[in-house]
């Protein structure tokens, strides 16, 4: 059982930066594939990116690339996600998720969640 608990939403303008983290909860966090997905308003849950339990090779959508970077600290059982040169289409609830052996750009339904972390920018 994996719990996690995103942190670092919050309200900022076009080209600002944020940073997300996901803290996870359990002693094999290192052996997870982590991720992070968003959802705006009416819109489907879209993937952001990953980071790969086994050799920490990373994946972003192309949406994001050049902007987001994902990385995670082993030894405090923390995932981040920096953002810079936020936009307002970037505006949505990001979820932190975990599963083994990786995260997929289409979740499979063995996921482990967060409860989202709002980011709302401004034009």
């Known amino acids: 059982q994996v719990q996690l608990v995103e942190s670092g939403g919050g309200l900022v303008q076009a080209g600002g930066s944020l940073r997300l983290s996901c803290a996870a909860s359990?002693?094999?966090?290192?052996?997870?594939?982590m991720g992070w997905f968003r959802q705006a308003p009416g819109k489907e849950r879209e993937f952001v990116a990953r980071?790969?339990?086994?050799?920490?090779?990373?994946f972003s959508a192309d949406s994001v690339k050049g902007r987001f970077t994902l990385s995670r600290d082993n030894a405090k059982n923390t995932l981040y996600l920096q953002m810079n040169n936020l936009k307002p289409e970037d505006t949505a609830v990001y979820y932190c998720?975990?599963?083994?052996?990786?995260?997929?750009?289409?979740?499979?339904?063995?996921?482990?969640w967060g409860q989202g972390t709002q980011v709302t920018v401004s034009s």
């Open positions: 359990g002693r094999t966090f290192s052996t997870y594939g």
């Open positions: 998720a975990a599963r083994t052996p990786n995260i997929r750009v289409v979740p499979q339904g063995n996921e482990y």
């Open positions: 980071i790969s339990g086994s050799d920490d090779s990373t």
